[in-house]
T-cell receptor, first 115, second 113 residues
Framework: AQSVTQPDIHITVSEGASLELRCNYS??????LFWYVQSPGQGLQLLLK??????LVQGIKGFEAEFKRSQSSFNLRKPSVHWSDAAEYFC?????????????FGTGTRLKVLA | EAGVVQSPRYKIIEKKQPVAFWCNPI?????LYWYLQNLGQGPELLIR????????DSQLPKDRFSAERLKGVDSTLKIQPAELGDSAVYLC???????????FGPGTRLLVL
């Protein structure tokens, strides 16, 4: 069965520091991969997505992610974190299964940014 | 272009009462999703519509939950009767087709007392 793992429940970084959020997936083929951000009391906003092609994808707000097939990973990175990046981040896999296409979300990583 | 619209944003009800949530997807999006998000968790799919047809409702607790998308645009999700454990955020999302990027609304935060 398809699954998504975000191993870090909480991450704290200082403003200006670099950031990497981990995402690992389990799926028999190459899935569609997404990162969403959710601020408190808000819905999910798409940061970036990978369907095919270049394995390094650029997103909004200075985020990027790299698809590594050999590691079944799609880690999110940002070179310099801003205080406004504090939020919850969700990795999602879009996968075909049982004749239908589904999103499967990880449990999220909550990011705290120290001033 | 307007995003996915949901109402109400917040709802507080007593257990055993009915409640309904409304969603208006992005114009032209054929696929509409309702998700349940518990505190500290990722969203979990309740039901997916392709136009007016519910194509995946396997995770919808049909004893108390129902949904409709009569004209293939707006959708309503209903709970009757609500239970304490239904307290959560209900998210609506839409996409052009079932295999495209999903765009989410702000959600309805439900508290059942």
């Amino acid at each position: 069965a398809q699954s998504v793992t975000q191993p870090d429940i909480h991450i704290t970084v200082s403003e200006g520091a670099s950031l990497e959020l981990r995402c690992n997936y389990s799926y028999g083929a190459t899935p569609y991969l997404f990162w969403y951000v959710q601020s408190p009391g808000q819905g999910l906003q798409l940061l970036l997505k990978y369907f095919s092609g270049d394995t390094l994808v650029q997103g909004i707000k200075g985020f990027e992610a790299e698809f590594k097939r050999s590691q079944s990973s799609f880690n999110l990175r940002k070179p310099s974190v801003h205080w406004s990046d504090a939020a919850e981040y969700f990795c999602a896999v879009g996968a075909q299964g049982s004749g239908t296409y589904k999103y499967i979300f990880g449990t999220g990583t909550r990011l705290k940014v120290l001033a | 272009e307007a995003g996915v619209v949901q109402s109400p944003r917040y709802k507080i009800i007593e257990k055993k009462q009915p409640v309904a949530f409304w969603c208006n997807p992005i114009s032209g999006h054929n696929t509409l999703y309702w998700y349940l998000q518990n505190l500290g968790q990722g969203p979990e799919l309740l039901i997916r519509y392709e136009n007016e047809e519910a194509v995946d409702d396997s995770q919808l607790p049909k004893d108390r939950f129902s949904a409709e998308r009569l004209k293939g645009v707006d959708s309503t999700l209903k709970i009757q009767p609500a239970e304490l454990g239904d307290s959560a955020v209900y998210l609506c999302a839409s996409s052009l087709t079932g295999a495209e990027t999903q765009y989410f609304g702000p959600g309805t935060r439900l508290l059942v007392l």
